[in-house]
């Protein structure tokens, strides 16, 4: 059943991709992930998390994509995703899921004299915009996510296992979230860093450990060559993976890990700023203000 989810979720892929090219938008690996398994949610099953953090569902459809590579409808690149003329004929001769999964599992060329698709530019605009930001206003107040995890009772700064300060501000309720909109980063920089954990929803976004969010996105600051996220938390015992350009293609856990182990947050409550270093793909908490 997962593997039939899976290969529908391939023809969503190659509609959002087909979508993108006809309205002019660059195709985010990760967006275009979160999209697919927007339209075609995932199983209680597929939303178990691996042993490197990362939702079954997720990474199973992140290595499926390859069968459209090999079919030669999309190509992937460090720009980007893009389908290509052939991939955009395939969204046309076989526009139904059952059509789709056999064409591609059987190798089934795309007939000749198929037409580029023309008309689907304006569905974009309907569905592509419907997720992530807009229902977080709604799920904002989601406190009472994280009320049940219990206090800890000595805090450490994050999975190096070191004890942490006391918090220098007051503990305040959850949902105030500290964001500015990163500068665009330099080479060598990625185009965008997320802390995808269990604290997501705190953060007002619409669900937990998903990359593709804004509301996990840090902020670049160019002056200290850092990412940072600010967020007051209550107090618990929290669990996160630093993943890049919005996608689970590219995680980072304890020290710096790729794939690793997710880093821990043992919190007394407060404010807690998160600090990336994409030099050494590792986290640094500072508790209170600063």
Same mark, same amino acid.
């Given at each position: 059943?997962?593997?039939?989810?899976?290969d529908?979720?391939?023809?969503?892929? !190659?509609d959002?991709?087909?979508?993108?090219?006809l309205s002019?938008e660059?195709?985010n690996a990760?967006?275009?992930?979160?999209e697919a398994?927007?339209?075609v949610p995932p199983?209680e099953h597929?939303?178990e998390?691996?042993?490197?953090? %990362?939702p079954?569902?997720?990474?199973n459809?992140s *290595?499926? #994509?390859g069968?459209l590579?090999k079919a030669?409808?999309?190509?992937?690149?460090?720009?980007?995703?893009?389908?290509?003329?052939?991939?955009?004929?395939a969204?046309?001769?076989?526009?139904d899921?059952?059509?789709?999964?056999?064409?591609?599992?059987?190798? #089934?060329?795309?007939?000749?004299?198929?037409?580029?698709?023309v008309l689907?530019?304006?569905? =974009?605009?309907?569905?592509?915009? =419907?997720? +992530?930001?807009?229902?977080a206003?709604?799920?904002?107040p989601?406190?009472?996510?994280?009320?049940g995890? +219990?206090?800890? +009772?000595?805090?450490?700064?994050s999975?190096?296992g070191s004890?942490?300060?006391t918090p220098?501000?007051? @503990?305040v309720?959850?949902?105030?979230?500290?964001?500015?909109?990163a500068?665009n @980063?330099?080479s060598g920089?990625?185009?965008?860093v997320?802390?995808?954990?269990?604290?997501?929803? %705190? !953060?007002g976004?619409?669900?937990?450990?998903?990359?593709?969010?804004?509301?996990?996105?840090?902020?670049?600051? @160019?002056a200290? *060559?850092?990412? =940072?996220?600010?967020?007051? !938390?209550p107090?618990? &015992?929290y #669990? /996160?993976?630093v993943?890049?350009d919005?996608?689970?293609?590219?995680? /980072?856990?304890a /020290?710096?890990?790729?794939?690793?182990?997710?880093?821990?947050? &043992?919190h007394a409550?407060?404010?807690?700023n998160? %600090? /990336?270093d &994409?030099t050494?793909?590792?986290?640094? %908490?500072?508790?209170?203000?600063?």
């Open positions: 059943m997962a593997t039939v989810k899976t529908v979720r391939l023809k969503s892929v !190659l959002i991709l087909t979508e993108n090219a002019g660059a195709s990760g967006k275009v992930l979160a398994l927007v339209r199983t597929e939303k998390l691996l042993s490197g953090g %990362i079954r569902g997720h990474k459809l *290595v499926a #994509t069968k590579v030669g409808w999309m190509t992937k690149g460090r720009s980007g995703w893009t389908v290509t003329d052939e991939g955009q004929r969204t046309v001769a076989f526009p899921a059952a059509s789709f999964t056999a064409a591609l599992a059987a190798g #089934t060329p795309v007939p000749e004299g198929t037409l580029l698709p689907r530019a304006p569905k =974009k605009s309907a569905a592509a915009k =419907k997720p +992530a930001v807009r229902k206003s709604t799920r904002k989601a406190a009472p996510a994280a009320a995890v +219990a206090p800890a +009772a000595a805090p450490v700064d999975a190096s004890a942490s300060e220098a501000a007051e @503990p309720e959850a949902a105030a979230f500290e964001s500015a909109a500068a @980063p330099p920089q990625p185009s965008a997320a802390l995808a954990g269990d604290f997501n929803t %705190i !953060l976004a619409p669900e937990d450990w998903n990359p593709a969010l804004d509301q996990a996105q840090m902020s670049f600051d @160019p200290e *060559v850092r990412w =940072k996220l600010s967020a007051d !938390l107090a618990g &015992h #669990t /996160y993976k993943a890049l919005r996608s689970w293609v590219e995680n /980072y856990g /020290y710096g890990v790729r794939d690793g182990a997710n880093h821990e947050l &043992h409550g407060g404010r807690v998160f %600090i /990336y &994409h050494s793909r590792d986290i640094r %908490i500072q508790h209170g203000q600063g």
